[in-house]
């Protein structure tokens, strides 16, 4: 299959990527989603926490194939404004706290969003004992210019508020490289959404109903992946994400073995999943078949199919990932060729996924 992320799928990944959508807060961005890739489904549901599931029939009810990512970006939530105007803050989701200082970020309050940067005790002030050290969370505040809590609240700040880095999406100077905020994971979401398009617009038969979903809250506990499962009572899961890429200096080839641009990756395990094995070896198998390029990965996080594969009497899963650099940061990047790939063996997945095949896993 000759598939290729054109101009107008690119537009879509800079308008998801640019929204602001952190775990609890991801109705903008479903939005979006919905928006886009609605035409392309049968059916559209959701679940009673948010995610979005588009569903496309195929030449059989059974199995049922889900394939998720999750929209939630790792941010921040207003705990007060100080009587100076400053915004305090909380985490959603995981952050080391020396990327944060100097970084702009966007409020997004009842009156529109305002624009402030993180920043703590100048330097200047700081002991010799002071700069030895790295700034916690606590010693940080948000600056949006207010001088006073009555001018902060003004602007429609209140404790509550979502924050989410302030990091246009962009191409990078080399053709398939591109920089953003939130493609852990929207990209994960784009790559299920994708497949449902491909699948509609190339006719391409599958032997089971596919079910693309765009989960919520995962940053803060795979909350999401815990109810979409009641929703679509899948028989198979396929999570699309993004993977830590191994390439950049002081990384050891046992603490991230992907390379970003060779390939999406099959993750063998996680510290929230050890996958079918023989699911797996299909999932190898295909890839090797379809001459489609991959890599095999061993990571220490988790994601939604920590709760996928639990449901009910447990479900065949299996990660699909996209090497990602500077992941719960600012801004991370990855590049469009493993995008890509990763759509490919998604979609040579789903036509081969029948009732027979997905049973074999089950059996000894």
């Not at 308008?15 to 807060?25: L, R």
């Not at 049968?42 to 929209?71: C, F, I, M, Q, W």
């Not at 985490?91 to 009842?110: C, D, H, M, N, S």
């Not at 969370?137 to 880095?165: C, H, N, W």
Request: hydrophobic letters at 40%.
């Amino acid at each position: 299959m000759n598939y290729k992320i054109d101009e107008k799928s690119l537009s879509f990944l800079k308008e998801a990527t640019e929204a602001i959508g952190p775990s609890g807060f991801e109705e903008e961005v479903l939005t979006i989603f919905k928006k886009h890739y609605s035409v392309f489904a049968d059916d559209v549901r959701r679940d009673n926490l948010g995610s979005l599931v588009l569903v496309k029939k195929g030449t059989s009810e059974r199995p049922r194939v889900l394939v998720a990512g999750h929209v939630d970006e790792v941010g921040f939530l207003v705990t007060s404004i100080t009587n100076e105007g400053f915004v305090t803050f909380t985490t959603l989701g995981g952050w080391f706290e020396q990327v944060l200082l100097a970084q702009r970020v966007v409020i997004k309050t009842r009156k529109g969003e305002v624009v402030g940067v993180i920043t703590s005790k100048p330097p200047h002030l700081l002991t010799p004992e002071e700069r030895q050290k790295v700034i916690q969370f606590s010693q940080m505040y948000i600056d949006v210019g207010a001088t006073s809590k009555e001018e902060a609240e003004s602007l429609g700040i209140r404790v509550g508020d979502p924050v989410v880095p302030w990091s246009p999406f962009m191409k990078t100077s080399l053709p398939d490289r591109i920089m953003a905020k939130a493609l852990d994971d929207r990209i994960g979401a784009f790559i299920a959404m994708e497949t449902l398009r491909v699948l509609r617009e190339h006719n391409i038969e599958h032997p089971n109903t596919y079910y693309a979903a765009a989960t919520v809250q995962e940053e803060v506990g795979l909350r999401g992946a815990e109810t979409v499962g009641w929703i679509v009572d899948h028989d198979i899961a396929i999570v699309t994400e993004v993977d830590i890429a191994g390439d950049v200096p002081g990384i050891k080839p046992n603490e991230a073995q992907a390379k970003m641009g060779k390939g999406p990756t099959i993750v063998t395990f996680d510290r929230s999943m050890i996958p079918n094995q023989k699911l797996k070896e299909f999932v190898i198998q295909v890839a090797e078949e379809s001459k489609i390029p991959f890599q095999l990965s061993a990571v220490s996080g988790g994601t939604d199919a920590g709760r996928l594969h639990l449901y009910r009497g447990g479900r065949p899963s299996i990660v699909i990932g996209v090497p990602t650099r500077h992941i719960h940061s600012h801004v991370s990047i990855a590049c469009l060729a493993d995008v890509e790939n990763a759509v490919k063996l998604v979609v040579e997945l789903l036509k081969r996924l029948d009732e027979k095949t997905v049973n074999s896993f089950k059996h000894i």
